[in-house]
Structure formats: structure tokens, C-alpha cells
Nanobody, 115 residues
Framework: QVQLVESGGGLVQAGGSLRLSCVVSGSIFSIATMGWYSQAPGNQRELVARITRGGSTMYADSVKGRFTVSRDNAKNTVYLQMNSLKPEDTAVYYC?????????WGQGTQVTVSS
């Protein structure tokens, strides 16, 4: 059974950095497209960054130049390095795995950026 567990969230001042991690159990990680999504209170969940199994990446315009998504297939882990954080980045961040016709979500990790 595929499970995703995020970690690394927390409280940080504006301008600071955090690195989120998402560990995927099961044998599908190497073939999955992995995504990071954010959801602020009252808002819909939005794509922040995505990385394919081949390492191709894409980013939301709001995070380009500040966030970096990467993956370590040997550790079944995808990362989101978040630099120059802004108060508007405050949200719950979710990890998502897409493989074959399936989708799995993690439970989310809270990121709070104070001004």
C-alpha cells in the first residue's frame, strides 16, 4: 500500500527558509510524478511545484526563483526547498504522487510565515 508522509513544516520569519520532505512507502516512487500543493484557509488546494520521474520540474509563478523541488529515488523522498519565504506562503503543504492511473496524498504539513 502506498503512503506519503510529509515533514519539515513549522514557523519561520519572513525571508527565512524551510525544507519539506515527503517519504513514499511502496515500490512506485521511481515511476511516480511527485507534486507539492498548498492550501491556505478558505482557499482551494493549488499546485506549487512538480517533478516527473525523469527529473523535469515545473513551478507556480508565485514561487519561481524561491522554491526548488527535487527527488532522491534511492530514499523514496521528494523535497521542497523553500527560500525567501513570505507571509502569503502560509498554508498547509501536501505531497501528491501520481502513478499509472492512481493518485495518493499525504496528510499535509503546516507552514507559517510571520511578518
Amino acid at each position: 500500500q502506498v503512503q506519503l508522509v510529509e515533514s519539515g513544516g513549522g514557523l519561520v520569519q519572513a525571508g527565512g527558509s524551510l525544507r519539506l520532505s515527503c517519504v513514499v512507502s511502496g515500490s512506485i516512487f521511481s515511476i511516480a510524478t511527485m507534486g507539492w500543493y498548498s492550501q491556505a484557509p478558505g482557499n482551494q488546494r493549488e499546485l506549487v511545484a512538480r517533478i516527473t520521474r525523469g527529473g523535469s520540474t515545473m513551478y507556480a509563478d508565485s514561487v519561481k526563483g524561491r522554491f526548488t523541488v527535487s527527488r532522491d529515488n534511492a530514499k523514496n523522498t521528494v523535497y521542497l526547498q523553500m527560500n525567501s519565504l513570505k507571509p502569503e506562503d502560509t498554508a498547509v503543504y501536501y505531497c501528491k504522487a501520481d502513478f499509472f492511473s492512481n493518485t495518493r496524498w499525504g496528510q499535509g504539513t503546516q507552514v507559517t510565515v510571520s511578518s
